[in-house]
Antibody, heavy 120, light 107 residues
Framework: QVQLVESGGGVVQPGRSLRLSCAASGFTLSSYGMHWVRQAPGRGLEWVAVISYDGSKIYYAESVKGRFTISRDNSKNTLFLQMNSLRAEDTAVYYC?????????????WGQGTLVTVSS | DIQMTQSPSTLSASVGDRVTITCRASQSIDTWLAWYQQKPGKAPKLLIYKASSLESGVPSKFSGSGSGTEFILTISSLQPDDFATYYCQQYKTFSQTFGQGTKVEIK
């Protein structure tokens, strides 16, 4: 069965960096687009970034553009989110999600999320 | 960016009620719209895609309609397990956007 497991969250000071990972299993990662979506405490869902199946197309939300980098290693079935210059407003649960198709599309499987807290 | 606006933000309903949630897009997204259900502390769950297609395993009491800029999620005969927050999402573009959510509460 499809499984997505995020890791790498934690408490980090403003201005520092953190790298999230999402381990995929139960499907061929190299065939699907992958997304990161976040949810600040008590708030709604915010789309963060997408990477197409082969890494050729990458897009970011304006709120993270220039600070976050999405990448993937299909040989290791893993998705990444490198987060630099973190701000208090980046505090959220970060979910990785599988797209139905090679890039965009509905998000048919989600991980359980990993909490990132940016605080001094 | 395409903005998505849901209404209402909160909906109070009783078990057995039929409820509708509206989602409006700032520009036409054809039928590239999905609906998700989220319960506290859990990841979102896909309910509807392509505006009206039911995801596999989702009960038929959930239905979606609409195209262009206006969409509706309908839940017939609300049950205790359906009290949750519902989000619409457009995926016409790679840069997807979600609505702000509609919390369905017990009256």
């Amino acid at each position: 069965q499809v499984q997505l497991v995020e890791s790498g969250g934690g408490v980090v000071q403003p201005g520092r960096s953190l790298r999230l990972s999402c381990a995929a299993s139960g499907f061929t990662l190299s065939s699907y687009g992958m997304h990161w979506v976040r949810q600040a405490p008590g708030r709604g869902l915010e789309w963060v970034a997408v990477i197409s199946y082969d890494g050729s197309k990458i897009y970011y939300a304006e709120s993270v553009k220039g600070r976050f980098t999405i990448s993937r290693d299909n040989s290791k079935n893993t998705l990444f989110l490198q987060m630099n210059s973190l701000r208090a407003e980046d505090t959220a649960v970060y979910y990785c999600a599988k797209a139905k198709y090679t890039g965009t599309g509905q998000l048919d499987y989600w991980g359980q999320g990993t909490l990132v807290t940016v605080s001094s | 960016d395409i903005q998505m606006t849901q209404s209402p933000s909160t909906l109070s309903a009783s078990v057995g009620d039929r409820v509708t949630i509206t989602c409006r897009a700032s520009q036409s997204i054809d039928t590239w719209l999905a609906w998700y259900q989220q319960k506290p502390g859990k990841a979102p769950k896909l309910l509807i895609y392509k505006a009206s297609s039911l995801e596999s395993g989702v009960p038929s009491k959930f239905s979606g309609s609409g195209s262009g800029t206006e969409f509706i999620l309908t839940i017939s005969s609300l049950q205790p397990d359906d009290f949750a927050t519902y989000y619409c999402q457009q995926y016409k573009t790679f840069s997807q956007t979600f609505g702000q959510g509609t919390k369905v509460e017990i009256k």
